[in-house]
């Protein structure tokens, strides 16, 4: 059975950091491209960070660049998410997702994925 598990959410202040996982079971993320998309409430699911399969390239949304990096664990089967200096407008649901088509014109699409974790909350708050 395919499926993604995401992890690491919770509430935080301004300014703080927090680690989020995607471990996955039934496949190995090494083979896909691994996206990460945040959805706040009563918006659009939107693509913060992006790594490919083969040389491990990150991409980042303009509003994290410098704040957040994406990484991967080949023995954990995992892609995680370090946040750092986090915002008020960085609240809102977080979705890992695997694609084997998307490019770095393309990553910010939530069309262009096929699997979806069931996310993890991230509510930053003084």
């Known amino acids: 059975q395919v499926q993604l598990v995401e992890s690491g959410g919770g509430l935080v202040q301004p300014g703080g950091s927090l680690r989020l996982s995607c471990t996955a079971s039934?496949?190995?993320?090494?083979?896909?491209?691994i996206g990460w998309f945040r959805q706040a409430p009563g918006k659009e699911r939107k693509g913060v960070s992006y790594i490919t399969p083969t040389d491990g390239s990150a991409y980042y949304t303009d509003s994290v660049k410098g704040r957040f990096a994406i990484s991967r664990d080949t023995a954990k089967n995992t892609v995680y998410l370090q946040m750092n200096s986090l915002k008020h407008e960085d609240t809102g649901v977080y979705y890992c997702?695997?694609?084997?088509?998307?490019?770095?014109?393309?990553?910010?699409?939530?069309?262009?994925?096929?699997?979806w974790g069931q996310g993890t909350q991230v509510t930053v708050s003084s």
């Open positions: 039934g496949f190995h993320l090494d083979y896909y491209n």
């Open positions: 997702a695997t694609s084997l088509t998307v490019s770095s014109s393309t990553w910010t699409l939530p069309k262009r994925y096929d699997h």
